[in-house]
């Protein structure tokens, strides 16, 4: 679904993403890990258009869409910071999402299992940081999009409700969608991932399954495969 070719993204003299070349399956959920300033957030951003790279091709669906926008309406995007309008109602927003992209949509079924009724109607600006982040799935989530990108999707939310989450993303992998996401609970991504991109100082540095990184650095976990990464590239470094 998505192929990526020689992507190099700077900010000034750093070189945040280092040609990567990716292709990504058309249905699965991939696991986009990596310490802080690695590159993550900035390559969802080149997937999502909101950050332009310097260089390198991208096709989504067999179509180079670099510098174009209409693919994004087959895309859900759940932000990792989301700002809402403070005093607009979770109600109201809903409906001007829905007015904004036509089509189908689920938000029933999420403000049934992440029990939102009785907030609908208060404003955002008074609700609690997870039932916001709630309201912020709600949204990023209720259109039946092929592709769906999540960065950081389990901020706040209590157990039960990220029960609700994986459920659902089981469920759309099923239905035959790619879903991508980024996490810093180790435990989410094996949880969920069938495949692990792991970014380091912007390059890939493992893209596969699980399985195999656990074999590749003979660890029984994800969090172990991971400190024996960067325990032994400590050195790793392109200054
Ligand atoms: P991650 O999501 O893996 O934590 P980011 O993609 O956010 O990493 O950041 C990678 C690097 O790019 C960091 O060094 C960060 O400081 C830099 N960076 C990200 N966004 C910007 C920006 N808008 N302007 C300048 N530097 C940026």
């Known amino acids: 679904m998505i192929t990526i070719t020689n992507l190099n993204k700077s900010y000034k ?12 399956p058309q ?6 890990l990596g310490p802080n300033g690695s590159g993550k957030t ?5 997937f999502l258009g909101m950050v332009l790279a310097d260089s390198g091709d991208l096709v989504f669906d067999g179509r180079s869409v670099l510098g174009q926008y209409e693919y994004r309406a087959k895309v859900s995007y759940l932000s990792q910071i989301a700002r809402f309008p403070e005093n607009l109602t ?16 689920r938000e029933a079924n999420f403000i049934k299992v992440f029990n939102l009724e009785k907030e609908l109607d208060k ?4 609700l609690s940081g997870g039932t916001r982040q709630k309201v912020n799935i709600t949204l990023a989530l209720m259109h039946d999009d092929p592709l769906i ?16 989450l994986k459920k659902f993303i089981l469920k759309e992998r099923e239905r035959g969608k790619l879903i991508l996401i ?4 180790l435990s989410l991504a094996e ?9 380091l100082e912007g390059d890939i540095y493992f893209n596969g399954s699980l399985k195999d990184l656990l074999n590749d650095q003979g660890e029984n976990n994800l969090e172990n495969a991971i400190a024996h990464i960067l325990r032994s590239t400590k050195e790793y470094s392109h200054a």
């Open 42 to 46: 900035t390559l969802l951003k080149c």
């Open 182 to 185: 980024t996490t810093h609970i």
């Open 27 to 32: 249905s699965g959920i991939v696991a986009l």
């Open 13 to 24: 003299k750093n070189h945040v993403l280092r040609d990567i070349n990716l292709e990504l």
């Open 90 to 105: 979770a109600r109201e927003l809903i409906s001007l999402m829905k007015e904004i992209k036509p089509g189908e949509t």
């Open 123 to 126: 404003k955002m600006g008074s």
């Open 191 to 199: 949880d969920l991932a069938d495949d692990i991109l792991f970014l």
């Open 149 to 164: 990108i999540l960065d950081e999707p389990s901020t706040g939310l209590d157990p039960l409700s990220l029960q609700e």
